[in-house]
């Protein structure tokens, strides 16, 4: 008996000496083979005064699910738990494991591969098939550690990066990573301004002092908010925002342009089919080998359709003039230029000039965005993880489900034993 129990606890790396192996058999169950161990879990002493002396009363019959290398073979432990009556202090009790908490019939180690699987981009629906739980078990693991990622109130990083994504509802969430570790700070359920300032408001004047920059996109309350808060702290405008919104202004006049001519020209043509190369560096543009197109009835280089592209207007070929002066201004960190630039007279366009009017609105802003190496870029691809998770998700209802699963997907996480965020599942 000593070694098959033995060989048992061995094959399921059970080493809790007050449990005794039986017998094991197999049984369908809802047309799934089942393999059942009987086990008996003994009550050595009382709990209560630690007397030796007990009066053994019957056995509790508890099925617990167990982990098992292959999904389409459940593995449950019919434990029998001994009920004993202390004959010193007179009092009841029952044999508890630490294979499974009480009042429960999920083994610990169950949870811990659920919870190692959750740290993973993988839906909870499959999670749970692989474990043969439930939905509802995987989602009360999930919750169980969420309690692990409280708010500190002690510190904030020296560089910030703020942003937002889509989540709950399609709401936006405020998203606040630390610039050099690249680490989640904060995320909030709201953007609002007020909410905001009632967050960083709970931080001590030392730890709001401690920060030097905050990366952000052009959100105008974004920058009330670091003002208000952290005095110290430079206000600096992501480089990717500034180029993206730069773009969209320039294709939005080539577009405006484009369908001030007949469908079936060479001006619409070249304005339409390659817009791609518009947005592109001029120096890496093709300047050699000329290709023909179809779309133009032409053989030319890509350089070639740009220059003709834009000499159909002069606002076209100013804004795109300025607009490569500017990509070149961010490369070289030249400020000169940039507040040239910004300040630039020419006919570019309305929604052109509107953009240098929100560059010049935030012109210290700007400079320091072309200046400085804090970029959001690190923000930008922590969002892109989130998007692909709800994706995997197809959504989430539940923004605390949704906090603790970025929170448990982090590498620093997933670097720790899951034992560690497992307290109370």
């Known amino acids: 008996m000593s070694s098959f129990n033995n060989c048992i606890k061995f094959d399921l790396d059970i080493k809790e000496k007050n449990i005794v192996f039986k017998d094991y058999f197999?049984?369908?169950?809802?047309?799934?083979?089942?393999k059942i161990y009987e086990a008996e879990l003994i009550q050595p002493a009382c709990p209560y005064c630690g007397s030796l002396a007990l009066l053994h009363n019957g056995h509790l019959i508890t099925n617990i699910r167990y982990l098992t290398a292959n999904a389409s073979h459940p593995v449950t432990i019919r434990l029998a738990k001994q009920r004993v009556r202390c004959r010193d202090c007179s009092r009841w009790s029952m044999a508890q494991s630490e294979?499974?908490?009480?009042?429960?019939?999920?083994?610990?180690?169950?949870?811990?591969?659920?919870?190692?699987?959750?740290?993973?981009?993988?839906?909870?629906?499959?999670?749970?098939?692989?474990?043969?739980?439930?939905?509802n078990t995987v989602q009360r693991v999930l919750g169980s550690c969420s309690h692990r990622f409280l708010d500190s109130y002690e510190y904030l990083p020296a560089h910030l990066a703020f942003a937002e994504f889509k989540g709950v509802d399609r709401q936006l969430h405020f998203i606040c990573l630390d610039g050099d570790s690249h680490q989640v700070v904060?995320?909030?359920?709201?953007?609002?301004?007020?909410?905001?300032?009632?967050?960083?408001?709970?931080?001590?004047?030392?730890?709001?002092?401690?920060?030097?920059?905050?990366?952000?996109?052009?959100?105008?309350?974004?920058?009330?908010i670091v003002r208000a808060c952290s005095p110290n702290a430079q206000i600096v405008i992501d480089r990717f925002h500034m180029i993206q919104m730069l773009t969209r202004s320039f294709n939005s006049l080539r577009v405006k342009v484009m369908k001030t001519f007949d469908k079936r020209s060479r001006q619409y043509q070249l304005l339409k089919s390659p817009w791609k190369l518009y947005l592109k560096k001029y120096d890496e543009l093709e300047k050699i080998h000329p290709r023909y197109n179809w779309h133009y009835k032409d053989?030319?280089?890509?350089?070639?359709?740009?220059?003709?592209?834009?000499s159909a207007n002069t606002a076209l070929e100013n804004s795109y003039n300025l607009m490569q002066s500017f990509m070149q201004a961010i490369e070289t960190n030249n400020t000169q230029e940039l507040k040239s630039l910004i300040t630039s007279k020419d006919s570019i366009g309305?929604?052109?000039?509107?953009?240098?009017?929100?560059?010049?609105?935030?012109?210290?802003?700007?400079?320091?965005?072309?200046?400085?190496?804090?970029?959001?870029g690190c923000l930008e691809?922590?969002?892109?993880?989130?998007k692909q998770s709800e994706r995997t998700a197809f959504g989430y209802s539940n923004f605390i489900n949704l906090l603790t699963r970025i929170r448990l997907e982090e590498n620093q996480y997933k670097e720790k034993e899951p034992n560690s965020l497992l307290m109370t599942a």
């Open 350 to 376: 309305t929604l052109m000039h509107k953009t240098l009017l929100t560059f010049k609105y935030n012109l210290k802003a700007v400079l320091n965005g072309a200046a400085l190496p804090d970029s959001n």
């Open 186 to 224: 904060q995320i909030l359920r709201t953007r609002y301004k007020k909410n905001l300032l009632k967050y960083f408001g709970r931080f001590s004047p030392q730890a709001r002092a401690n920060v030097r920059t905050v990366t952000l996109d052009l959100n105008f309350y974004y920058q009330d």
């Open 299 to 310: 053989c030319l280089t890509q350089a070639q359709v740009v220059m003709e592209g834009i």
């Open 99 to 135: 294979l499974a908490s009480k009042y429960c019939s999920i083994s610990n180690a169950s949870k811990l591969k659920i919870l190692s699987a959750l740290t993973e981009d993988r839906s909870m629906t499959s999670i749970a098939r692989e474990n043969n739980v439930s939905v």
């Open 26 to 34: 197999y049984k369908m169950v809802q047309m799934k083979k089942h």
């Open 381 to 386: 691809g922590f969002n892109r993880k989130i």
